[in-house]
């Protein structure tokens, strides 16, 4: 006896359903409360006869608005918080992103944590040797986020020390990152930064 089929005869078996669109989340009460204030905002302004402020006002909670802020506030992270490409040995820059992927930490954390370590003076980092003529790894970039007043504050002390004879070199920013992530390497992201707030625990 033949079976029933269950689906058409033609039907592709890759097809999937299209997807549903975006979830809808519904806000929370003090956000409910921010849209109804900023709606009063626009509201007064055409009251006081600027129309044009209230037109700005109320493109905040259009989805181009959201767009904008988004943008803004990206800005200002990125000018706060610069991208820094650490040029070093493609090798140890394979193996920082696998074994701090492996162990769960988070490089701009671990970063930040490396800076504080080094102007705290619990971290010196290790003199970069010079290879061999013709000998030299291929290098690539690393690029982690960190705050240029902690890149300007470790460069500060970089060249006190120098000055002051505690180190016979000049550490820039690369060779104290570099150095640090090497070691974290070797102990393989023990006890790993996740997140910012774990650098207090």
């Known amino acids: 006896m033949a079976k029933t089929p269950t689906r058409p005869p033609n039907l592709d078996r890759n097809r999937r359903r299209p997807p549903k669109g975006p979830r809808l989340v519904p806000i929370s009460n003090a956000d409910q409360q921010r849209v ?28 181009e608005g959201r767009k904008f802020i988004g943008r803004v506030n990206w800005q200002k992270t990125a000018d706060e918080k610069p991208n820094m490409p650490l040029y070093m040995p493609e090798k ?21 944590h490396a800076i504080d370590e080094f102007l705290a003076g619990r971290f010196t980092p290790a003199q970069p040797v010079t290879a061999p003529r013709g ?31 505690e180190l016979d070199w000049e550490p820039n920013i690369t060779n104290i990152l570099s150095s640090y992530f090497a070691d974290r390497v070797e102990e393989d992201f023990r006890n790993p930064i996740r997140k910012k707030q774990d650098q207090a625990g």
Do not use: C, M, W, Y
Not at 95 to 105: L, R
Not at 136 to 143: F, G, M, R
């Open 36 to 63: 109804a204030k900023v709606k009063q905002a626009a509201a007064r302004l055409r009251e006081v006869d600027s129309p044009e402020l209230a037109e700005h006002v109320d493109f905040l909670l259009t989805d």
């Open 92 to 112: 140890l820059r394979d193996a920082i992103k696998a074994k701090a992927a492996a162990a769960g930490a988070n490089l701009e954390a671990e970063a930040d």
């Open 135 to 165: 000998q030299a790894p291929v290098k690539k970039n690393l690029n982690v986020r960190l705050l240029s007043v902690k890149r300007a504050q470790a460069e500060a002390l970089s060249r006190q020390l120098l000055a002051e004879g």
